[in-house]
């Protein structure tokens, strides 16, 4: 994007909370896209009267501003527009001329969702990098007519993703049936507002925790960026359908939790591509390794890609790329190759590129040698080869030799962050501690069941 139309978000998100700055900025493009494209004259006017309003300095901008936003409605029915504090009158004065002088509304919309993430990722809050979400879209190659769901869609980027790679490979608007769930209300509406500004349709489902029951669908395909390393505190269910008692997820750490909660939501040829902390490949903890092996052996995991530290502004730990099948056998419509039983595992850590503000950035160069390697793989005729350190095609019997690791370097040949041979027996001695805690923790609680029973 020039850099001339670059929006000036990053102060107004410096004086609003992440949700309600989201807010402003998704319904100000709105309003703007409506005075372009709508032929109502009422549309024009509302547009006008508030770019007049930036010329006059005793003008409160944030009651001007209010006035002109769009509604939306909360699920109890109540209009909800974001408060707007006089500190924020400049702000707004400077938001609104530049996207009145905006060329490509969506491109605008795309970069101050992800400035806006850039300054406040370090409180939490932070939406999916459109590099990022341009890889795992490629990685799974929605088609036209799937169902795509993401559970915690946060602004529908993942979404709105979808529906650009449908649409930009066949000219045409895409009739993907497009779902988001998210267990905040406040994402839910910025999500709403991101589809609304560029004419998209999906549904959204009410706020709620999307591990606390299994999705009530299948789904063709599933994107999603869970929080890493999240803490996660399950009621124990035996008739879970998302795992068994062997299998089932450590309840301090959400990381496998939302792996096995998608693998359920897939259908029988299902894809997913899912973001996770990297530890979700390497913990050496009994219980992690056991969710691994069940993954395998159920051979639903296609391919991990190890990403470069530094992609998220809270973040410089590394994270991989988990890409989900259930149905890896050759077929004409999806790679005519039988990877059955197989595990591809891509090392893209050093596949970025410096951006602005000392950040880095998925090159373009990095991610088409990821989906390269991965089509190739893929295809019978792809001429896929081994190549030491970027890519390796594993056996299931291997990775089980290996206590279920699924870190791409460990099967590369290269030797990620914080994998030196004295570091994994580190982790694996913690892991051994924390497993003994949690033995004691169950034993105690039984004690104390028995004793209440006396």
């Known amino acids: 994007m020039p850099p001339e139309i670059r929006i000036p978000v990053r102060d107004l998100g410096n004086l609003l909370e992440f949700h309600d700055a989201c807010r402003v900025v998704a319904g100000l493009m709105i309003l703007r896209n409506q005075a372009r494209y709508s032929p109502r004259s009422d549309q024009h006017s509302l547009w006008n009267w508030l770019l007049a309003q930036t010329d006059k300095p005793q003008q409160q901008m944030g009651l001007s501003v209010r006035e002109c936003l769009p509604r939306y409605q909360d699920e109890e029915g109540r209009a909800f527009v974001p408060r707007l504090p006089p500190t924020a009158d400049d702000a707004l004065r400077r938001l609104v001329k530049a996207i009145h002088r905006a060329g490509r509304l969506d491109d605008c919309l795309d970069q101050c969702f992800q400035d806006l993430s850039e300054a406040k990722a370090k409180s939490g809050d932070y939406f999916t990098r459109n590099d990022v979400v341009r890889l795992m879209v490629a990685a799974v190659d929605p088609q036209e007519g799937q169902r795509v769901l993401d559970p915690v869609c946060g602004s529908a980027g993942l979404l709105i993703g979808a529906d650009r790679h449908v649409s930009g490979r066949t000219g045409r608007p895409s009739n993907l049936e497009l779902t988001g769930q998210d267990v905040h209300a406040s994402a839910l509406h910025v999500a709403r507002m991101n589809l609304d500004a560029r004419n998209l349709d999906a549904r959204l489902l009410p706020p709620m925790d999307s591990l606390a029951r299994p999705a009530e669908s299948s789904y063709d395909i599933v994107l999603a960026n869970p929080p890493f390393n999240a803490s996660w505190r399950a009621e124990p269910r035996t008739d879970d359908p998302r795992w068994s008692d062997e299998a089932a997820p450590p309840q301090d750490?959400?990381?496998?939790?939302?792996?096995?909660?998608?693998?359920?939501?897939?259908?029988?040829?299902?894809?997913?591509?899912?973001?996770?902390?990297?530890?979700?490949?390497?913990?050496?903890?009994?219980?992690?390794?056991?969710?691994?092996?069940?993954?395998?052996?159920?051979?639903?995991?296609?391919?991990?890609?190890?990403?470069?530290?530094?992609?998220?502004?809270?973040?410089?730990?590394?994270?991989?790329?988990?890409?989900?099948?259930?149905?890896?056998?050759?077929?004409?419509?999806?790679?005519?190759?039988?990877?059955?039983?197989?595990?591809?595992?891509?090392?893209?850590?050093?596949?970025?590129?410096?951006?602005?503000?000392?950040?880095?950035?998925?090159?373009?160069?990095?991610?088409?040698?990821?989906?390269?390697?991965?089509?190739?793989?893929?295809?019978?005729?792809?001429?896929?080869?081994?190549?030491?350190?970027?890519?390796?095609?594993?056996?299931?019997?291997?990775?089980?030799?290996?206590?279920?690791?699924?870190?791409?370097?460990?099967?590369?040949?290269?030797?990620?962050?914080?994998?030196?041979?004295?570091?994994?027996?580190?982790?694996?001695?913690?892991?051994?501690?924390?497993?003994?805690?949690?033995?004691?923790?169950?034993?105690?609680?039984?004690?104390?069941?028995?004793?209440?029973?006396?």
């Open 253 to 454: 750490n959400a990381n496998l939790a939302w792996i096995l909660h998608i693998v359920h939501a897939l259908a029988p040829r299902g894809r997913a591509a899912i973001l996770m902390a990297e530890g979700a490949a390497t913990g050496a903890r009994h219980v992690e390794q056991r969710v691994r092996g069940r993954l395998v052996q159920d051979d639903v995991v296609e391919c991990v890609v190890a990403l470069p530290p530094g992609l998220f502004a809270h973040s410089r730990a590394p994270c991989c790329l988990w890409l989900l099948n259930t149905d890896k056998g050759p077929r004409d419509e999806w790679g005519s190759s039988d990877r059955r039983g197989k595990v591809l595992f891509i090392n893209a850590r050093k596949a970025y590129e410096q951006a602005p503000r000392r950040k880095r950035r998925l090159s373009p160069k990095g991610v088409e040698q990821v989906l390269r390697t991965l089509g190739e793989w893929r295809e019978v005729d792809g001429q896929y080869r081994d190549e030491a350190g970027q890519c390796r095609s594993v056996t299931a019997e291997e990775i089980a030799d290996q206590r279920y690791d699924l870190q791409p370097p460990k099967y590369t040949g290269e030797l990620g962050i914080g994998d030196a041979p004295e570091q994994r027996q580190i982790d694996e001695l913690a892991a051994e501690l924390r497993d003994r805690f949690q033995e004691s923790r169950v034993l105690e609680a039984d004690l104390l069941r028995i004793l209440d029973e006396l």
